[in-house]
Nanobody, 115 residues
């Protein structure tokens, strides 16, 4: 089992920045990729960014150039640096991990961007 705990969400004005953190614990040795997803009210959950164990990354087109995903394997933590935030980035952001057999999700953290 893997437990994921997110932190760092909040309210920010458009153009501002936030950094989300996701701390992993439990059976973390098998974790391959980790990612951030988000879900806005009335919309489906969507992939924001993903990073593999060797540091390969992918981003949703809507966040490219503004968001950066990174991981610190010594702290078992993945980060999402979000810059130039827009109101349309408002959503609950979820941390995700995959160990090759099953998915794990965090409880989510709210990000609200005011215009």
């Amino acid at each position: 089992q893997v437990q994921l705990v997110e932190s760092g969400g909040g309210l920010v004005q458009a153009g501002g920045s936030l950094r989300l953190s996701c701390a992993a614990s439990g059976s973390i040795a098998g974790i391959n990729s980790m990612a951030w997803y988000r879900q806005a009210p009335g919309k489906q959950r969507e992939l924001v960014a993903r990073i593999t164990s060797i540091g390969s990354t992918i981003y949703a087109d809507s966040v490219k150039g503004r968001f950066t995903i990174s991981r610190d394997n010594t702290k078992n933590t993945v980060y999402l640096q979000m810059n130039s935030l827009k109101p349309e980035d408002t959503a609950v952001y979820y941390c995700y991990a995959w160990d090759g057999r099953r998915d794990y999700w965090g409880q989510g953290t709210q990000v609200t961007v005011s215009s």
